[in-house]
């Protein structure tokens, strides 16, 4: 009898200390109050992953995720600053302190949910192979012996990884700072298909005016979400609210509509 009222005891203390752990966390997390008195929101953004953050011929720095997150920041009554990163030291850039999120077209992996606290998925992309046209290439089995070219640190990379077999088939694998430089390179001749996010290559390529075509076969579906640090839920609660009060007023559709032509968000007021 007493072992079984000890037990009742300690697991009554062990509910307490948790609860009471909790209230801390909840009560010390100062991050949308800090950022909210700082006026400033500093999106951390790889600027050339078009239409997502992109700069324009003015070098001013656009996209459906600036406007997104720009909508975002008029709702927390703070100014939006867009930081470009090194993409293959975004967590450490975060980590730092020295951008508040990372909003650009990130995919949500495992890796990335056990590191950095994710917002709602707001976008759905593949991983889809870009090749020339006159290269005549329909397939995964076409690019056997064939040189790939991806952006370092990206969710194509992590796709890459997890498709052994493929990969296993590949002459050779080269990494580049972005996708842009990796296209062109492309159009060079100097790899013979690019691993990219299908917004980017359907955005990009008409734009650009590249005789390519995508690959039916995808490696990867995923979702795109915005990044904090993992205890900045105060943070990243008012952003998940904010970007739910915009599906059901219709900023996203708008914006939706602006950068792809039609729907193409996935938040819903069931996400909540």
């Known amino acids: 009898m007493k072992k079984k009222l ?34 400033e929101f500093v999106l951390g953004l790889d600027a050339s992953f078009p239409p997502m953050g992109f700069a324009d011929d003015n070098g001013n720095i656009i996209g459906y995720d600036i406007d997104l997150a720009s909508a975002v920041c008029e709702k927390l009554g703070v100014t939006l600053r867009c930081q470009p990163i090194d993409w293959d030291a975004k967590q450490m850039e975060l980590d730092s302190g020295a951008i508040d999120c990372i909003w ?20 759905k992309n593949n991983q ?29 990379e992590d796709a890459l990884n997890a498709a052994a077999d493929f990969m296993a088939t ?48 995808t490696l990867a579906g995923e979702e795109y979400a915005v990044g904090f640090r993992k205890a900045d839920n105060a943070l990243a609660d008012a952003v998940n609210a904010a970007l739910l009060e915009m599906a059901e007023d219709g900023t996203i559709e708008a914006l939706d509509q602006k950068w792809f032509g039609g729907s193409a968000s996935i938040i819903d007021a069931e996400q909540e």
């Open 104 to 123: 650009n077209g990130m995919s949500v992996t495992p890796e990335r949910e056990e590191s950095m606290r994710l917002s709602l998925p707001y976008l």
């Open 128 to 156: 889809v192979l870009v090749v020339r046209k006159s290269d005549g290439f329909s397939s995964l089995a076409d690019l056997a012996g064939k040189n790939l070219g991806l952006q370092a640190g990206s969710s194509a």
């Open 170 to 217: 590949l002459g050779a694998v080269l990494p580049y700072e972005d996708n842009t430089t990796a296209l062109l390179d492309l159009d060079n001749g100097n790899v013979d298909a690019v691993l990219v996010d299908s917004v980017v290559a359907e955005y990009y390529i008409p734009v650009m005016g590249y005789d390519f075509v995508i690959l039916e076969e």
């Open 6 to 39: 000890f037990s009742l005891l300690l697991v009554s203390l062990m509910l307490v200390g948790a609860m009471a752990h909790h209230a801390f966390a909840e009560e010390s997390d100062t991050s949308l109050a800090d950022l909210q008195s700082r006026g």
